[in-house]
């Protein structure tokens, strides 16, 4: 892959935090797509997850995958590809160093992007999927582009805490998973705020409209988690007797209302996605 042209292309419109950082630094959001040509030479970044990507996806000519999550299986290439799949906290800490000693002549605005995919992916460090690897890359990026790494995540969190201009269906699909527990498809949402008041203020509305979105998209349930970076801790909404067998049998913990508080739960992928069950 290396030395070959490629432009980046988005599945979905950025959120808050990521529009934040592409006003930060200067650099222009990528086209929005919801399908690929035939035959069309793509490399998969951040998934290898078919209900993730664009229906067409196996008939595009897959030449490359990278990134960081489970192998879950389903993709079908054109031949033998580069695939590239670590057990990292972010796939930029994974570009960075395939990039390797080229990385001197990237762009300020590339390495910006790259360092505040690193804060976003680790909650500054906070998140159980932190390697030492992320770490140590974020904070040459930073002492490089003369960057606060506290100050800029702070930054970065206050964006993300920002969303208010969001419907309770975009909130819920903003950062969501389809999984399977029980023979029960649930698509499973984390919502990342420093201020999760004005989300849990909100709980009401969002619990009814998970109804529609999760039949829309064909789930048997939608369960979001509200993270809290500062107080390191998730908040599950109950919303129905499925949901609340769920957290007892998948955290050992008592549910008696509509919210229950999960003390140092942060990743999905780490605490949530493998604990789950019914």
């Known amino acids: 892959m290396k030395g070959t042209p490629a432009e980046a292309k988005l599945l979905g419109e950025p959120n808050t935090e990521a529009a934040f950082m592409l006003k930060h630094w200067d650099l ?11 035959g069309a030479p793509v490399v998969i970044v951040d998934t290898n997850n078919p209900a993730e990507l664009p229906a067409g996806i196996n008939d595009a000519d897959i030449i490359g995958i990278i990134d960081h999550h489970k192998l879950v299986g389903g993709l079908e290439t054109k031949g033998p590809i580069e695939i590239r799949i670590e057990p990292l906290a972010c796939t930029a800490t994974i570009m960075f160093k395939m990039i390797g000693k080229d990385m001197a002549r990237a762009p300020k605005a590339i390495k910006g992007a790259m360092l505040s995919c690193i804060l976003s992916d680790t909650l500054e460090f906070r998140s159980p999927t932190t390697t030492q690897e992320d770490k140590a890359i974020a904070h040459d990026l930073a002492k490089e582009l003369g960057v606060s790494i506290p100050d ?59 109804v529609d979105v999760a039949k829309e998209d064909g789930a048997d349930q939608v369960i979001l988690f509200v993270v809290d970076i500062l107080k390191e801790e998730a908040t599950l909404l109950v919303p129905n007797d499925l949901v609340k067998t769920l957290a007892e049998k998948s955290f050992g913990v008592t549910v008696s209302g509509d919210t229950v508080v999960l003390p140092g739960v942060m990743s999905r992928k780490k605490q949530i996605i493998p604990v789950l069950t019914l």
């Open 28 to 38: 222009p959001k990528p086209q929005i797509i919801d399908g690929v040509e035939a």
């Open 152 to 210: 800029y995540a702070a930054q970065m969190f206050a964006a993300k805490s920002d969303v208010s201009r969001f419907s309770d269906a975009e909130l819920l699909r903003m950062d969501s998973k389809e999984y399977s527990v029980a023979g029960k498809e649930f698509r499973v949402s984390v919502l990342e705020t420093t201020a999760p008041k004005v989300i849990l203020d909100r709980k009401d509305s969002l619990m009814a409209s998970m």
